[in-house]
């Protein structure tokens, strides 16, 4: 099992520039999650999903988009990316609320 | 608004004695609390949940413990090892899904 991969690790844009973070799962999961984490923040929840087809907004929702087509994967999209959204993005999943959440290795990214 | 404090930005603690790590949260709607421990360049790692009907989880040398009229939790790790060196990060929930996480502790372990 690989668990929950992130794709890519590392990515540098240009300010306005547009791109997608892919997250997948093998795990069978129906929750999956998007955080970022920012330096004596700790990790914020952006958006996530309860199952196939659903999304919902976290706590820091704007300026992201994402989309959950299929079980196993869940897309975060940057329509124009600002400089305040570089930040390391953590993917997750969970079978249900109340079991442990697994997470990616992240993806750094820089927007200059 | 931060629902999950972590006020103790670091801890450095001699092998082989304990560790204590605090939390504090504001929502009394949370009823599931977890730890997550982290290595750099890596994504955390879960290590112990507790909930709220319980006041303590043990799982080796790791103990949860949980005062809800206080609305503080606490991970203590026993004995503490070098390889525990690492951010460890406390999380709550309530009925909605959703994680809220403190801001971190970074944990040293001396030899």
């Known amino acids: 099992n690989a668990g929950v991969t992130q794709t890519p690790k590392f990515r540098v844009l240009k300010t306005g520039q547009s791109m997608t973070l892919l997250c997948a799962q093998d795990?069978?999961?129906?929750?999956m999650y998007w955080y970022r984490q920012d330096p004596g923040m700790g990790l914020r929840l952006i958006h996530y999903?309860?199952?196939?087809?659903?999304?919902a907004k976290g706590e820091v929702p704007d300026g992201y988009n994402v989309s959950r087509l299929k079980k196993q994967n869940f897309l975060l999209g940057l329509e124009s990316a600002a400089p305040s959204q570089t930040s390391v993005y953590f993917c997750?999943?969970?079978?249900?609320?109340?079991?442990?959440?697994?997470f990616g290795p992240g993806t750094r990214l820089t927007v200059l | 608004d931060q629902q999950v404090k972590q006020n103790s930005p670091s801890l450095s603690v001699q092998e082989g004695r304990i560790s204590i790590l605090n939390c504090d949260y504001t929502?009394?709607?949370?009823?599931?609390f977890l730890w997550y421990k982290k290595y750099p360049a890596e994504g955390p790692t879960f290590l112990i949940s507790?909930?709220?009907?319980?006041d303590k989880n043990e799982d080796g040398r790791f103990t949860v413990f949980l005062n809800k009229s206080a609305k503080h939790l606490s991970l203590h790790i026993v004995p503490s090892q070098p390889g525990d060196s690492a951010v460890y990060f406390c999380?709550?929930?309530?009925?909605?899904?959703?994680?809220?996480f403190g801001a971190g502790t970074t944990v040293t372990v001396r030899a």
């Open positions: 999903s309860v199952g196939e087809g659903t999304t």
């Open positions: 929502n009394s709607m949370f009823d599931y």
């Open positions: 997750a999943s969970s079978y249900s609320r109340y079991n442990e959440q697994f």
């Open positions: 999380a709550a929930s309530a009925t909605d899904y959703k994680l809220s």
């Open positions: 507790i909930s709220s009907i319980k």
């Open positions: 795990m069978n999961h129906e929750y």
